[in-house]
């Protein structure tokens, strides 16, 4: 007698987006954490200072198209800001929660202190005003967290006054959102949430349960921020 086995459940997609100046293969550490815990991770790479934000976003949108089961996104810095201009441009996409590390949501101190010359505008290419000037707030139906460095070692601290907690590039209260689902900060620099053990965690918790893990609870009720 023959029993048939039960269907095996598909691996969730996530699409991982790197951050300025960087490309999609400093996202590998992170993208094998997720497919051990079970995650099927895709990196998406792009062009963060020749390319048009609008560009990028067509290039997710036809990443998307014809998915059954939405996906998840994990954005570093500049990835994760872009991830949720997209979504909030194009609410129908099918992307369930979206976890952003170290990203300036409300615009970037840093980004602005260079854009006050052409030299910095230059390095800034086409992600110039999406990094100044951040979202207003979240409103799409994708539930978004964000990890937060806090460990205040970086070269953007080089360039303005950052007021702590910081990565040393991005400010802990560039990275809060009216909206998002839940906050959490991990002891590590804006660089080294890509290979924080910690933030890996998080990211996973949060892209299962739509939550971080707290010291006081392990599932804490969604709150705007």
């Known amino acids: 007698m023959h029993h048939s086995l039960p269907p095996t459940r598909p691996r969730q997609r996530v699409i991982l987006l790197h951050g300025l100046w960087l490309r999609a293969f400093t996202l590998s550490r992170l993208a094998e954490r997720l497919r051990v815990a079970g995650f099927a991770p895709e990196l998406l790479d792009y062009g963060t200072v020749r390319d048009e934000p609008d560009n990028t976003i067509a290039v997710l949108r036809q990443r998307l198209a014809g998915q059954a089961v939405p996906a998840g996104i994990v954005g570093h810095s500049l990835g994760g800001l872009l991830s949720l201009h997209a979504l909030a441009r194009h609410p129908e996409l099918p992307v369930s929660r979206v976890v952003c590390l170290g990203s300036p949501l409300r615009g970037s101190r840093a980004a602005r202190a ?57 400010c802990a209260e560039e990275t809060r959102l009216p909206g998002l689902a839940d906050h959490v900060e991990v002891r590590t620099t804006h660089t080294g949430l890509l290979f924080s053990a910690e933030a890996a965690d998080q990211a996973i918790h949060f892209l299962r349960h739509g939550c971080f893990r707290h010291p006081d609870t392990t599932t804490p009720p969604r709150q705007a921020m």
């Open 114 to 170: 260079l854009a006050r010359n052409r030299p910095g505008r230059w390095m800034l290419g086409h992600s110039r005003r999406l990094l100044c000037e951040g979202l207003a707030e979240w409103r799409g139906p994708a539930e978004a967290g964000v990890i937060a460095g806090c460990l205040p070692v970086g070269l953007g601290f080089t360039l303005a006054r950052m007021p702590h907690p910081h990565d040393g590039t991005v």
